[in-house]
């Protein structure tokens, strides 16, 4: 998971390499890889990713189920 270049939104690839979590290679186009701060996510999201999936459909039926109360 250190190089994310064909994946990375340009957005948020600025707002890491403006945090010092992203560094970009230029040869060839440009290459992009985490710092060694960057590296240090990889675990925290990892989990939180794994907790979306097991949760996921819990989160859109409460989403669903809020949105279809506002409107009453």
Known sequence: MDRFGEFADPYWANELHHSGLEHRHSEQGVEYSLTPLGR????PIAMLTE??????????????????????
Do not use: K, M, R
């Not at 097991?54 to 809020?66: N, P, R, Y």
């Open 40 to 43: 240090t996510l990889q675990e």
């Open 51 to 72: 907790w979306a999936q097991a949760h996921g459909e819990e989160l859109v039926d409460f989403q669903e189920s809020a949105a279809a109360n506002q409107t009453h």
